[in-house]
């Protein structure tokens, strides 16, 4: 298959832009990126979808969500929480104790559909449904590759829902790692809810059974002051460093959020090379103030960027945080669309590798062919200089016509191909509307 297009942007973090170009995909992997004359001549009979007035970029990543919050979407919560933890019991916490396996996999065809419409190919989720929790990841795998989305799934053993639910949660990504060793399309890691519903025994037990798996830890961290409050109540140490002490982070590790991370402990996720990432519309939706991602760059970590669910439109998630940093310094200088474009690709794309074979986040032989296509006509002259300046203020998920995962296509000319969606979304109501009327129900 040959992806042509006015503009191809082969890498948006380094503003690399063919003009007039084409991509060639064979099987899943990209083979040759170059002038469009050229691709096409040098390979007569290949399927071409032939953009002359498209901008081509490699797929969007999502470092964190959670596909199982899909039907919070207008749920009739009886709740009015006045702080995070009371978001997390009143909603959260009450939502997922009701989920059956059956939710969660409408929560993932639902989740996929959104994400790759808004030109996500690669999602890195976190699930939870504590009382269907054995099979909830295959339900959830099942999902993901029906709709054609890449991602990286796990569980979060927590501790509230008593010790059997923690081993069983526990059990769960074990087993799903291993079943998903050398898979390029779905991988494993080790989900954890966060410190402060891990007991010590418990983080022991996680960090005992990930033991030769290859694989790291994806967990809430320093989300809201609570978390850091609880942390120091019982260990002493901030959350940071109480992860660090049992062994939790490591360059596969994913630590989310980090809003009341100091210096001290940005230091110790530098140096352990975990991944911290920056989710800005969840932070402000739930008043847990601002993560400090503009010190982490300046002390040489690189954040990356997910939605924690709030959406599934990284394009959104992206404007967000180049406005949020400025307002919340009250400098204009904080936060340049080249950063925001580097946490985006460069730096989501760098923890892609950690469990993917190939790269993503790019356009250049050997990667995975993840790609999104947009319907992005400029008014204005566009080239590699100003590139992230159209890309803040300019282009949008509104703009994704055409969207590639894995070589195959998935979304075309804004209707996805691989699922009925009309009809997934009639069965999905049904679904949401069966699990809202159990809502107050014992689980
Ligand atoms: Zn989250």
Redesign the pocket.
Known sequence: MIVTGRYVVVDPAATKIVRDGAVLIEDNVVRQVGPREEVLRGNPGHEVLDYPRGVVLPGLICA?C?AYGAFARGAPFRASPTRFVEILEQIWWHLDKRLTLEDTYYSGLVTAIEAVKHGTTLMFD?HASPYHIRGSLSRLEEAFRRVGVRANIAYEVSDRDGEERALEGIRENVEFIKAHKGDEFITGSFGLHAQLTLSDETLERCVEAAEGLDTGFHI?AAEGIEDLMDSLRKSGRRVIERLHAHGILGPKTIA?HCVHANDRELMILRDTGTHCVH?PE?NMNNAVGVAPVVRAMQLGLRPKLGT??FTMDMFREAKVAYVLHKLHLADPRVMPAPDVLRMLYANNAELAAAYFPRPVGVIKEGAFADLVVLDYDPYTPMDEGNFPGHFIFGMDSSHVRTVVVDGRIVVEDRVLKTVDEAKVMEEARKVAQRLWDRLYEPP
């Open positions: 964190h959670h976190h809430h989310v989710n969840s924690d669910g």
